[in-house]
T-cell receptor, first 115, second 115 residues
Framework: GAVVSQHPSWVICKSGTSVKIECRSL??????MFWYRQFPKQSLMLMATSNEGSKATYEQGVEKDKFLINHASLTLSTLTVTSAHPEDSSFYICSARRDVPYEQYFGPGTRLTVT | AQTVTQSQPEMSVQEAETVTLSCTYDTSESDYYLFWYKQPPSRQMILVIRQEAYKQQNATENRFSVNFQKAAKSFSLKISDSQLGDAAMYFC????????????FGKGTKLTVNP
């Protein structure tokens, strides 16, 4: 099966700093990737859809300037949390969409802790 | 907008027994896909089973099967011969058609398997 990686798996940063999370499709090209946020004991909440070579599409209520998404290549999308605050602490999951045959594959997630 | 409802926050089953997890959804589309995902304590999302709405036959994957009732907009997951490794959060998901074809998740059901 297809593999999606995320890096880092766990990051701790200080309030006010920025942190970048990478999502890579290792053995297929992904024109579309998705970024989710998951709070403890809750479901996945879609934050944005990342499209290669174009601007990301954000879900309602998600701050574009705070959660910067870049999909620079067919195998890499990045999520940058800018000026992080403790309330941004969460589990962030990406998924990559393979078009032929269609399937979404999830990364293992990144735990962000903002102190 | 599509919605997915999982009415059972928690379920438990004895090892080797059968358990059914419920899911209902709301949509005005006639063609769509439904999924069950498993999220173990590692938090890696794992696809359990998929159902295409245009197929009348219920999908089956080894010990996992679904009862898809399109008119009732119901999509339950049956786990037979439950194993300790089946303990996890289970999420029902609906894939929207057109555009980015994003996934809409239910709130999840926590399954406990008792030895």
């Amino acid at each position: 099966g297809a593999v999606v990686s995320q890096h880092p798996s766990w990051v701790i940063c200080k309030s006010g700093t920025s942190v970048k999370i990478e999502c890579r499709s290792l053995d297929f090209q992904a024109t579309t990737m998705f970024w989710y946020r998951q709070f403890p004991k809750q479901s996945l909440m879609l934050m944005a859809t990342s499209n290669e070579g174009s601007k990301a599409t954000y879900e309602q209520g998600v701050e574009k300037d705070k959660f910067l998404i870049n999909h620079a290549s067919l195998t890499l999308s990045t999520l940058t949390v800018t000026s992080a605050h403790p309330e941004d602490s969460s589990f962030y999951i990406c998924s990559a969409r393979r078009d032929v045959p269609y399937e979404q594959y999830f990364g293992p997630g990144t735990r962000l802790t903002v102190t | 907008a599509q919605t997915v409802t999982q009415s059972q926050p928690e379920m438990s089953v004895q090892e080797a027994e059968t358990v059914t997890l419920s899911c209902t959804y709301d949509t005005s589309e006639s063609d769509y896909y439904l999924f069950w995902y498993k999220q173990p304590p590692s938090r890696q999302m794992i696809l359990v089973i998929r159902q295409e709405a245009y197929k009348q036959q219920n999908a089956t994957e080894n010990r996992f099967s679904v009862n898809f009732q399109k008119a009732a907009k119901s999509f339950s997951l049956k786990i037979s011969d439950s194993q300790l490794g089946d303990a996890a959060m289970y999420f029902c998901a609906y894939r929207t058609q057109g555009g980015s074809e994003k996934l809409v998740f239910g709130k999840g059901t926590k399954l406990t398997v008792n030895p």
